[in-house]
């Protein structure tokens, strides 16, 4: 590990700096404020691979449709996907839910406090254990995401593409070292933010509040340019593309669908019709969807069908 001295006094000016940008400018989500263990895991798996932007729409229209843990554990499939809509990575969604059965069936209904415990759910990671520990329980934890390596990395480290270049050891040794204890939920809500708004891949270093503490400010300044982490694979045509259409078509249908007009609809030759169908029963085999007897639809058969079927 590459051994970087922190001292006491740079500390406190870093926390300073960056919790004074946070009083002025940070979003008031509902999350941050509520302690609730359940808003804080919603909260942490909708942020996965998911734009700041984009999380706060797709949290509320999740807590609405399941205001607790106990109305997810209920949810059937179809709903759960439909309320997701096109937030993408739908197993997020349906390991939600499976998380919320685990809490219903071994933790009376609730969140357990216990880090462990949570890691064991599905879909939770470190960083939503912590996101649930320093807003839902108000417990200091370090929540570590893309943009909190970001500004650590820069920061600390000098690093231009930290998430390439610094060990995430050192990254996780930085966090901790950086909590301010008692004060979790807003710092980590700093570093996020601040990652998200000015320390961005291109940063704005020239308004920067930490820009006189900052290890790779001179690189920058001098024209480094942080090279993209991976390079996007082609959209147009891709199985991720017709994934997404084949769930779209899927939600927006009343009920169930004729298989063989549901893919022709969606395709309009011979090999497209093969993707669909591939793409159809891989989809059903990760349990979002169904075909059976002719017919398919979202998330698991209607009880007819599966009778019709035995
Ligand atoms: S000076 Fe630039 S690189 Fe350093 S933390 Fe600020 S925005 Fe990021």
Redesign the pocket.
């Known amino acids: 590990m590459t051994s970087v001295t922190l001292a006491p006094s740079r500390v406190a000016a870093i926390r300073r700096a960056l919790l004074g940008w946070y009083e002025a400018h940070g979003e008031a989500f509902p999350w941050r404020h509520a302690r609730s263990p359940y808003w804080a895991l919603v909260a942490g798996v909708c942020s996965q691979q998911t734009q700041m932007s984009r999380v706060l729409p797709l949290w509320q229209r999740w807590v609405e449709a399941f205001p607790d843990i106990e109305a997810l554990a209920r949810a059937d499939t179809a709903t759960v996907l439909r309320v997701w809509e096109r937030a993408g990575y739908p197993r997020r969604a349906l390991a939600l839910r499976e998380a919320a059965r685990i809490c219903v069936a071994l933790h009376g209904g609730a969140l357990p406090r216990d880090p462990q415990a949570l890691l064991a759910l599905p879909g939770v990671g470190p960083f939503t254990t912590a996101i649930v520990q320093c807003f839902g329980f108000e417990d200091s934890a370090s929540a570590v995401d893309t943009n909190v390596i970001?500004?650590l990395g820069?920061?600390v480290y000098g690093d231009v593409q930290p998430a390439a270049e610094t060990p995430h050891a050192d990254i996780d040794a930085t966090a901790a070292r950086l909590l301010p204890h008692g004060n979790a939920g807003p710092w980590n809500a700093t570093l996020m933010e601040?990652g998200a708004k000015?320390?961005t891949p291109r940063?704005?270093?020239q308004?920067?509040?930490?820009?006189r503490l900052?290890?790779?400010?001179p690189r920058?300044e001098a024209g480094a340019v942080a090279a993209p982490i991976r390079a996007q694979g082609r959209f147009a045509g891709s199985d991720r593309q017709w994934r997404g259409r084949i769930m779209r078509a899927l939600r927006d249908a009343d009920g169930p669908l004729r298989t063989p007009a549901f893919v022709r609809a969606l395709a309009s030759d011979e090999a497209e019709r093969a993707t669909v169908r591939r793409l159809l029963a891989a989809l059903c085999a990760e349990g979002f969807a169904w075909s059976r007897s002719g017919r398919c639809g979202l998330g698991d058969p209607p009880s007819a069908i599966i009778s019709c079927d035995a």
């Open positions: 970001r500004v820069r920061l601040y000015v320390c940063p704005h270093c308004a920067c509040v930490v820009h900052c290890a790779a400010r920058f």
